[in-house]
């Protein structure tokens, strides 16, 4: 295929060909059609030789960084990306190749400005964007997405679904990836609501020429913009949010955290003042002060004789199952013993429940006997640093009267004494304990200094009129654990402490007209929504997984279903079959499902695969969906890989039971053509029936 003169030129200048390079497009003709015959090594030598001819022209240096790459030479590629950015600083190819030379050498944040730049570069030179700055901005998010920068990764998946729909099926995967990390807080995998930014007419300047660099991409002029405005007004809280929202999405977590706080002071808005200090702690390491080191401390011991079956004697010993093909932490034999360590004796064998805020399980132990080139050692992991006086006190009531051996320390980060325990306390706790527990503990809390409420406790800060919104902020925070006891006991504190949240929103805006964030917008009643908010909170709540606000603008969107894109109607109506209740309920949305996927003329199989998977039908009703799922709907590829799963899920299950019935004495019954032997009923119960060929 001979190259196209009137393409843009693959340097990114914004020209065409014929008029960028006019005396060298014959010789890019040359290179392209080695690329095609996948003739890299050729290629990158044509290169080269131009190169020593012409090294000024950036159009061969964008090969060369390519072609180095397809050749296998990571060396070659970066020093040649080196090069190209130091000729040529503000080409926005040269520029994206920096990026990629960041993201996959560096810590990736530090190519955020690098991108923002080449996409400025480009705006300058009024070119669309080269394929190589595409690459390089994909790269950088899936980066961002493997190293947990979720805030920073999430704004570009947005700001890409913006500008470059056509990579639609590329972001939606890692934007589902973001968004189901449920390890991360609901309003960090967020998409940023408020995007694009819609300016009012009225809008004041500042305004509107941060809202235009936030939109394109340009995060750092945007910050710019935003401190002068601070500078002029610093009461107006609309440019704190933003500055602390485009900080967050720069990765820059302190001056984010900072600026949400001074927002949250300023603005006349409840819901958001508390959401953003929720945020801004999210943020920070030690937003309670209550975080400790997570250790690891191990002993060596030169005479570990009876330490093994000390351990074993002691009531706060755990011992756990244990692989025996397992390595140890240091790659080396596995451990001889692997037990818990429990911060009082067991009484019973239930798992003992906190009393105060702390983790009721002091330490993981791991014993190691010796070794013929190593001491004995007792290795304990998951050790808070108040508890390692602890642990000193039991390796040495161990060790009777020998000398205790100092250990070797390792931190491992900081973790929070509350998260911990509560985290605990769901892992553990029988569910009727839930609630009594969780009271408890609270109330220990309660009278706690919190060093987000400036050192005073929970109970005092209820009474302080400018301590308030922190207070409920954080027991707002405390519901990402997901627990309805523990949101039943947070009520409870509420309700006492005269903190319930006043009437509903009548709006999903907040300053300057932008949409609030995912948990302020589930205060409004969805009927108030416009059709274009609903559908996005619709979507955005079943991406994240936040189900009671996913299912209330779901049950809207269903309402609406005339007047919203078909997807989001599909997906509402999916939601509503997964949370159906009872099985009236799960045909009626099935039935209607259906009438609105033939309608527009969509696959509809799936909404009968999840009124099955909602197990509201009864058995005889179970019976027909799955023939009818079979039947009528097996071509779709959804469900027929589910209905091969399931096959191989029942053939598993069959070898399992004829493996466990051969092991097992032979018991009459009736006979069957396949050799198999139906049990004999019990005396009382109504006999088997016979076995009918076909209806096994």
Known sequence: MSLDVYSYCPAGTGKKIKFCCPNNWQDLEKISRLIEGEQFRAALQLVDQLLAKQPDRACLWTYKTVLERASGNLTGALAAADEFHARFPDNPVALAERVITLALQDDPRTALPILEQSLHASVSAKAPLAPRQIEAMLLLMRRLTELGEVPSAMYWITWVEMHIPSLGREILALKRQLTGNVEQPLLLREPPAFLPIRVPEDAAPEYRAAAAAVNGGRLTEARRVLRDWIQAKPEAALPWYLLGMCSLWQADYVTAGESLLRYSDLTTDEDMAVTAKILSYQLKKDPWGDAEDNLELTYALPDPAGVKDAILSDRRIKVLDRDAAAAGPDGGPPPELVAIVFRRELESTEWPLPTDLKHE???????????????????????????????????????????????????????????????????????????????????????????????????????????????????????????????????????????????????????????????????????????????????????????????????????????????????????????????????????????????????????????????????????????????????????????????????????????????????PGLWTPDGETAPVAPPGESKPKLWIPGQD
């Open 361 to 667: 399980i002091v330490a993981i132990l791991a014993y190691f006997g010796r070794q013929t080139d190593r001491d004995a050692r007792l290795h304990f992991s998951s050790v808070s640093s108040s508890d390692a006086s602890l642990v000193e006190d039991l390796v040495r009531q161990w060790l009777g009267d020998r000398e205790l051996p100092a250990p070797s320390r390792v931190v491992h980060g900081r973790r929070s004494q509350l998260v911990s325990a509560f985290s605990y306390v769901l892992q553990t706790a029988p569910q009727e304990k839930l609630v009594e527990t969780f009271r408890r503990l609270l109330q220990v809390w309660a009278d706690r200094p919190n060093k987000a409420l400036d050192d005073r406790t929970p109970r005092q800060a209820a009474s302080e009129p400018d301590k308030r919104r922190a207070l409920k902020a954080l027991i707002e925070w405390m519901r990402e654990f997901d627990s309805p006891e523990l949101d039943e006991v947070l009520n409870e504190l509420k309700a006492e402490w005269n903190l319930q949240d006043g009437v509903p929103r009548s709006s999903a805006l907040m300053e300057g007209n932008l949409r609030v964030p995912l948990p302020v917008a589930a205060r409004v009643d969805p009927a108030a929504l416009s059709d274009d908010d609903l559908a996005a909170y619709c979507y955005d709540a079943i991406l994240l997984g936040a189900s009671e606000a996913a299912r209330r603008f779901a049950e809207e969107a269903t309402a609406r279903r005339e007047r919203l894109p078909v997807e989001i109607v599909l997906e509402a109506y999916r939601l509503l079959l997964q949370q159906a209740e009872n099985a009236e309920t799960g045909r009626r949305l099935r039935d209607e499902a259906v009438a609105f996927a033939e309608e527009h003329k969509v696959p509809h199989g799936l909404f009968h695969l999840e009124l099955l998977r909602s197990r509201s039908l009864e058995d005889g009703e179970t019976q027909a969906e799955l023939e009818h799922l079979a039947g009528q709907h097996g071509d779709e590829p959804i469900i027929r890989e589910w209905l091969q799963s399931l096959l191989q899920a029942l053939a598993s299950r069959s070898r399992d039971w004829e493996a466990g019935r051969a092991a097992s004495p032979e018991s």
